[in-house]
């Protein structure tokens, strides 16, 4: 029988013993993937390209709200577009900032979750992302670009882990069962950053500002993907569904 998880256990666990250190560009094939296909489109886009073409471009793989209200009949890239676009980023701080919080929070999760889980629980918060973009603005024009909803929905991973890392290995990943809602919310640090984050999104959002990003800031976007990685992580954390990982996990 599962034992019950208390918080104040795991903000007060025991320091693990010293870990081999873990290089600094030691990413995940998966993560070292995703910005390699990030870097290589923003590059294309920016440097090879003729302004003609890069308007082609972003139509043809940017996700445009309007276009899925049905007014503008049917193409085979409705299909394509609600995960292609997060590999399309508007400028070199919206693809440095994106990156550098991809392999903050996707290097840990890729660990835990293997390649295949991790590919795919990227394609879900990304289209979680654009489901909720495109609910709350149907008939927007202009195309939304970038993986930050993605990195959100890893965000929501990592509160569902209660921020916890296994370093022991060499190689960092998020440890420990996934966490039923209730205890993650009775997690202070956890709160904090879940206020915060939330405070900056909608500040950022609303306010149509972010130091060195031009263009409005997809709030909507951000609090899709975050919402899908925080309730939906089950789905794909095969590890944690193991007889091993199973200790004071009670489901939700």
Same mark, same amino acid.
């Given at each position: 029988?599962?034992?019950?998880?208390?918080?104040?256990?795991?903000?007060?666990?025991?320091?693990?013993?010293?870990?081999?250190?873990?290089?600094?560009?030691?990413?995940?094939?998966?993560?070292?993937?995703?910005?390699?296909?990030?870097?290589?489109?923003?590059?294309?886009?920016?440097?090879?390209?003729?302004?003609?073409?890069?308007?082609?471009?972003?139509?043809?793989?940017?996700?445009?709200?309007?276009?899925?209200?049905?007014?503008?009949?049917?193409?085979?890239?409705?299909?394509?577009?609600?995960?292609?676009?997060?590999?399309?980023?508007?400028?070199?701080?919206?693809?440095?900032?994106?990156? &550098? *919080?991809? #392999?903050?929070? @996707?290097?840990?999760? =890729?660990?835990?979750? $293997?390649?295949? /889980? +991790?590919?795919?629980?990227?394609?879900?918060?990304?289209?979680?992302?654009?489901?909720?973009?495109?609910?709350?603005?149907?008939?927007?024009?202009?195309?939304?670009?970038?993986?930050?909803?993605?990195?959100?929905?890893?965000?929501?991973?990592?509160?569902?882990?209660?921020?916890?890392?296994?370093?022991?290995?060499?190689?960092?990943?998020?440890?420990?069962?996934?966490?039923?809602?209730?205890?993650?919310?009775?997690?202070?640090?956890?709160?904090?950053?879940?206020?915060?984050?939330?405070?900056?999104?909608?500040?950022?959002?609303?306010?149509?500002?972010?130091?060195?990003?031009?263009?409005?800031? &997809? *709030?909507? #976007?951000?609090? @899709?993907?975050?919402? =899908?990685?925080?309730? $939906?992580?089950? /789905? +794909?954390?095969?590890?944690?569904?193991?007889?091993?990982?199973?200790?004071?996990?009670?489901?939700?």
């Amino acid at each position: 029988m599962s034992e019950p998880v208390n918080p104040s256990d795991l903000e007060h666990t025991e320091p693990t013993p010293e870990p081999r250190r873990e290089p600094v560009f030691n990413l995940p094939p998966i993560v070292l993937a995703v910005i390699g296909i990030c870097a290589a489109v923003f590059l294309i886009e920016n440097y090879l390209l003729t302004p003609a073409q890069d308007n082609a471009f972003v139509s043809n793989f940017a996700f445009i709200p309007v276009l899925y209200t049905g007014q503008y009949g049917f193409d085979w890239f409705l299909f394509t577009r609600p995960f292609t676009y997060a590999f399309m980023h508007g400028g070199f701080a919206h693809i440095a900032i994106n990156m &550098a *919080w991809l #392999a903050a929070f @996707g290097s840990p999760l =890729a660990n835990r979750l $293997g390649a295949l /889980w +991790f590919a795919l629980f990227f394609a879900f918060t990304g289209l979680a992302s654009v489901a909720l973009f495109w609910a709350m603005h149907p008939y927007g024009e202009a195309p939304l670009v970038g993986a930050s909803g993605a990195i959100s929905g890893m965000m929501g991973a990592a509160a569902r882990f209660g921020f916890r890392t296994d370093r022991s290995t060499g190689k960092a990943a998020f440890a420990g069962p996934v966490l039923p809602i209730a205890i993650v919310l009775r997690l202070r640090g956890v709160v904090i950053f879940l206020a915060v984050w939330m405070i900056i999104n909608l500040a950022t959002g609303l306010l149509g500002f972010a130091p060195g990003v031009d263009g409005q800031i &997809a *709030w909507e #976007a951000h609090i @899709g993907g975050f919402v =899908a990685g925080f309730f $939906g992580l089950r /789905w +794909f954390d095969r590890r944690g569904q193991s007889p091993e990982w199973e200790a004071g996990d009670h489901r939700t």
